[in-house]
């Protein structure tokens, strides 16, 4: 049976140095809230983006390191090490400032390559304390060709209890297999990203672009050209506008005002502490 689901949009999206940014809520992440923002990571090893103390609030971000290790730190003291193939994640919440940074020596290729993507909080979620979470690479859990790295998949089901209706997957087919992803009832929000290979899907070949699939639920297909690893997102929509500061993602302008309140004393604290300028 043929795809009912066609593409609605499909982008390359906009490279700086190492990183190019696949959606962000200027574009094509006010189509598929709640996935607000994606940035892929493809730097040589030892010139990877070094991230130094940066605040958010409002928001969850995921980092997922596809073949290098990260070391991570927050300003509540926080600080874990997640290997490749594990899930960094950080709930900002009412505010909190952060850092990361690759290991040295950890990325055989000499490549480093991951993607870190940010998830609008809804408005029960956006002003909680913030948090942090790291799964190493055996806890992501495992279903067939996909790696679950939020929401669930048939019997694998993340141990992040992630406060949406989301599914969020790492898939990869070797040449010439073909997988159906049928969404859940509730999930009329779908896309993915071709990484790796050449990507069939509602009638497109998808190479290094992110596809917005049309709205509803049908099932979607695809079939590899060479082995192929691709990201996945489905979801129920989320229903609020939002309101975007320089690091932040609200559902109200009042919420963004205390996320920058709360980001401004933390900020006040690292710097007595000498650990920002």
């Known amino acids: 049976m043929p795809d009912t689901r066609a593409i609605t949009t499909r982008t390359p999206g906009r490279r700086h140095g190492p990183i190019t940014r696949l959606m962000s809520l200027g574009d094509i992440g006010q189509l598929i809230k709640p996935f607000v923002f994606l940035d892929y990571v493809e730097a040589p090893a030892g010139g990877g983006?070094?991230?130094?103390f940066h605040p958010h609030?409002?928001?969850?971000?995921?980092?997922?390191?596809l073949n290098f290790d990260i070391q991570h730190e927050t300003s509540t003291g926080q600080v874990d090490q997640?290997?490749?193939?594990?899930?960094e994640w950080m709930a900002a919440g009412s505010g909190i400032w952060h850092r990361a940074q690759p290991l040295p020596g950890s990325a055989a290729s000499g490549l480093l390559q991951g993607?870190?993507?940010?998830?609008?909080l809804p408005p029960s979620h956006e002003l909680a304390p913030a948090s942090a979470l790291f799964l190493q690479p055996e806890q992501v859990p495992v279903a067939g060709p996909v790696r679950v790295l939020l929401g669930?998949?048939?019997?694998a089901v993340s141990a992040i209890q992630a406060p949406w209706d989301l599914n969020y997957f790492w898939v990869t087919l070797r040449d010439g297999e073909r997988w159906t992803y049928q969404p859940p009832p509730t999930h009329t929000v779908a896309w993915s990203?071709?990484?790796r290979g050449q990507l069939h899907v509602a009638g497109a070949r998808l190479s290094r672009e992110l596809a917005v699939f049309s709205e509803g639920n049908a099932a979607v297909t695809f079939?590899?050209?060479?082995d192929c690893g691709f990201l996945l997102g489905s979801?129920?929509?989320h229903p609020h506008a939002l309101v975007l500061g320089p690091y932040s993602v609200h559902s109200s302008a009042a919420h963004l005002a205390s996320g920058i309140s709360r980001i401004a004393e933390l900020g006040e604290q690292l710097q007595r502490r000498g650990q920002r300028s």
Request: without cysteine; hydrophobic residues 45%; neutral net charge.
């Open 49 to 52: 983006p070094n991230f130094g």
């Open 235 to 237: 979801a129920a929509p």
């Open 223 to 226: 079939v590899a050209e060479g």
């Open 193 to 195: 990203f071709a990484q």
């Open 57 to 65: 609030s409002g928001i969850v971000t995921l980092t997922y390191p």
């Open 152 to 155: 669930s998949h048939g019997t």
């Open 82 to 87: 997640v290997r490749q193939g594990g899930i």
């Open 115 to 120: 993607f870190q993507i940010w998830f609008a």
